[in-house]
């Protein structure tokens, strides 16, 4: 992820001065995003990102087949045993409250944090990762641990301690679609965790809820593609078949929601997002959420040109600071695959 989003998630200063400075509102400010027409793009922007993220052919004329109808019936029973729902992700419902109560505590320490830190050599490589990313510009390389910390603060730590945990329940228990579409469902999941964060902080919003909000939506595809994996050989991503996706992601996002302590207004969001949709008016948290998708996909989408024209409307419509934001992650998404 981006090393400047990682200042987002405290109000301790960087030790270094940002490639982006941005001043957080008192209050949160107004914008003129359009829920009915995110509604209206919702679903035909969901077509094109699950086509690129398994790699399958979109067929928007197509009926439901047997093999998609069997599928969502699946989806339905799992929705309606709630025996199932602490096990929809991976090491949920053990791992993640604490990890939240502690990433979320004002009282976590810079010193706390590091010890939790210095037990597992993953989260050491990827603390010395950050600490030695672009945005600290830094002439020599920062080496070890406790320098990389100093550097980082306790907002970095919390960004890599979440980063490290929680990415293995994208891809884990993998089959064939799994294995092919986790590596883009994270580049998807890195891009809408920063955008919504800072579309949440450029309102005077909490930028880490709106970062939680994205992660756990996100992470709802793997619910589906576990269910889709090995069930037909390929998958007719046709119209209605992408809706109904789209909405058991809605729904299992929620579910998850609910497994995870302690509760906020991401839990909140989440709950009105698998009840009623993206409806007419639908809370600030929810229609950010929407935004970040859609241009979360669109700084993946091959097609630069068609992604561009697609998200000028709603960069038109944003906050100087989420314009930014976009501009700063879009070199990145260069076509590599």
Known sequence: ?????????????????PLLTRETPATPAAHSFSAEALHHRRGVLDGA??????????????????????????????????????SLL????????????????????????????????????????????????????????????QMLGVGGLRAAIARVVLKPMVDARSGPLIKRSAPRLWKHTEFKTQLGAEIARSQ???????????LLHDMAWSVLLRELDGAAPAWRLSTAFV?????????????????????????????????????AEPSPE????CIADQLAWLLCDPDR??????????????????????????????PSE
């Open 49 to 86: 990102f699950l086509a690129w993220m398994t790699q399958c052919d979109l067929d928007p004329a197509a009926d439901l087949g047997a093999p998609e109808q069997q599928v969502l019936q699946r989806l339905a029973a799992r929705v309606a045993d709630p025996t199932t729902h602490a």
């Open 204 to 214: 005077g919003l909490d930028p880490f809820d709106a970062y939680l909000l994205a």
């Open 305 to 334: 040109a068609r992604a561009r024209a697609l998200a000028d409307p709603l960069l038109a419509a944003a906050l100087a600071p989420v314009r930014a934001c976009f501009e700063e992650l879009a070199p990145a998404t260069a």
């Open 90 to 149: 991976p090491r949920a419902a053990g791992v993640v409250p604490a990890l939240l109560a502690r990433l979320r505590s004002d009282s976590s320490s810079s010193g706390e944090l590091a010890d939790h830190v210095s037990r597992d050599p993953t989260l050491v490589a990827e603390v010395v990762a950050m600490a030695n990313s672009a945005f600290y510009r830094r002439e020599r390389p920062v080496m070890g641990l406790s320098h990389s910390i």
């Open 286 to 289: 929810v229609l950010n959420l």
């Open 243 to 279: 809706s109904e996706l789209g909405t058991w992601r809605d729904r299992f996002a929620g579910l998850i929601a609910q497994q995870w302590r302690p509760h906020g207004p991401w839990v909140q969001a989440a709950d009105e997002l698998a009840q009623q949709g993206l409806g």
């Open 1 to 17: 992820m981006k090393a400047w989003f990682l200042s987002f998630f405290t109000s301790q200063a960087p030790a270094v001065v």
